[in-house]
């Protein structure tokens, strides 16, 4: 097996042999010509993606704002980050952690009171159970009694005992 030095960059430009001074030159100035043509092409492509950037930033500001996101006091320091990429990818990464007051407010998920499958056991009022409307037009709040409540029962339940019964 051989090995081959690493060939340096344009290499697979080949001068063909045999060319006079003069055809030399002017392949060069072909081959700068071309060059250039592509790195301004190149340019006008990242200036144009840019624009968009420009663009786009004061609405990302306002929407960050509007979600809570950010304070309104931040709001030139935000613009100021979304012009590098690199700023934008770890400002990401610390908005994708972050909850706004609403969000935290929200726990769980609520619960179809008429799927199937699904019983409510809080508000049983069957006989022997505790009756939260009783607690408010009772004038005596928080007093003790030997009613069992659904917590109680539950209790006894996990703990494997057998659940009281009011005598």
């Keep these: 097996m051989t090995t081959q030095a690493p060939q340096p960059a344009g290499a697979d430009l080949q001068v063909p042999t045999g060319m006079t001074l003069p055809e030399k030159v002017v ?3 072909a081959v700068t010509s071309t060059a250039l043509e592509k790195a301004a092409a190149f340019e006008e492509a990242h200036r144009e993606k840019a ?3 420009d663009a786009l930033i004061p609405k990302v500001v ?3 704002i509007e979600n809570e996101r950010i304070n309104p006091p931040q709001r030139e320091k935000l613009a100021e980050m979304l012009k590098d990429p690199a700023q934008v990818l770890e400002l990401m990464m610390k908005v994708a952690g972050h909850r706004n007051a609403d969000e935290l407010s929200r726990l769980g998920s609520g619960v179809d009171p008429d799927a199937p499958g699904e019983v409510k056991t809080a508000t ?3 006989r022997g159970h505790y009756d939260p409307a009783r607690s ?3 004038p005596n709040v928080g007093a003790r009694t030997t009613r069992i409540k659904q917590s109680d029962a539950n209790l006894f339940q996990g703990l494997g005992l057998s659940v009281p019964t009011e005598d």
């Design 27 to 29: 392949e060069h100035v």
């Design 51 to 53: 624009a968009q950037v």
């Design 62 to 64: 306002d929407t960050m």
């Design 124 to 126: 049983n009022n069957s």
């Design 136 to 138: 408010l037009t009772d």
